[in-house]
């Protein structure tokens, strides 16, 4: 199968505090963002999407950027709480069609800091 | 309410048996349905495509003959581990995705073979 790297990175953020993780992606050509959440032992949730034809898009307490130029993603979460604590992975969809498939990024472990 | 439902959320077996996972849709009927695996603090591998009323489509490095993928209506597709091994030990998770739909991810299996 295909993904992208194997270890995990983390991130650790005191509660209230702005978060923001990172991804880079492969394929230039890619047309369609996700970024999910995974708490343990759970399937990943969607946050949020984006599509190539913008830069940014915002959702409630999130934001995501998208960087073409440089095949670069981001996540903002405004006034990070616990329940915020969890891995994030981006994925990105090559064709932009929902019913195919999406490749993950690595993950980022994100801990909240009461 | 959930989108997706898999069984069973956790299973132990003995290796050499055969492992049935199943993966229904609940709002929406899934034209096409995935399968992922995820070992332990490592991204989603998608394994297969799966396609109702067709064979399903399987990643590089995939042995369709290990797992076999059956999607025999638009709410219903399984996944059997055959001859299971402690190696295929992991976190399967299905996702599903209609017609302007975002893949939405059932809360996946754990599968511990001993």
């Known amino acids: 199968g295909e993904s992208v790297g194997l270890h995990l990175p983390t991130l650790s953020v005191q509660e209230g505090d702005n978060s923001i993780i990172n991804c880079a992606y492969s394929?230039?050509?890619?047309?369609?963002f996700i970024w999910y959440k995974q708490e343990s032992g759970k399937g990943p949730q969607f946050i949020i999407d984006?599509?190539?034809?913008?830069d940014k898009r915002q959702g409630q307490r999130v934001t995501v950027l998208l960087n073409k130029t440089v095949k670069h993603l981001s996540l903002q979460i405004a006034a990070t709480q616990p329940g915020d604590s969890a891995v994030y992975f981006c994925?990105?969809?090559?064709?932009?069609?929902?019913?195919?498939?999406?490749?993950f990024g690595p993950g980022t472990s994100l801990s909240v800091i009461p | 309410g959930a989108v997706v439902s898999q069984h069973p959320s956790w299973v132990i077996c003995k290796s050499g048996t055969s492992v049935k996972i199943e993966c229904r849709s609940l709002?929406?009927?899934?034209?096409?349905m995935f399968w992922y695996r995820q070992f332990p603090k490592q991204s989603l591998m998608l394994m297969a495509t799966?396609?109702?009323?067709?064979?399903?489509?399987?990643e590089q490095g995939v042995e369709k003959d290990k797992f076999l993928i059956n999607h025999a209506s638009l709410t219903l597709s399984t996944l059997t581990v055959t001859s299971a091994h402690p190696e295929d030990s992991s976190f399967y998770i299905c996702?599903?995705?209609?017609?302007?739909?975002?893949?939405?991810f059932g809360d996946g299996t754990r599968l511990s073979i001993l």
């Open positions: 996702s599903v995705t209609g017609v302007n739909q975002p893949q939405h």
């Open positions: 394929n230039s050509a890619s047309d369609y």
């Open positions: 984006i599509r190539s034809n913008m």
């Open positions: 994925a990105e969809n090559p064709t932009g069609t929902s019913y195919d498939k999406v490749i």
């Open positions: 709002d929406f009927q899934a034209t096409t």
């Open positions: 799966s396609n109702e009323g067709s064979k399903a489509t399987y």
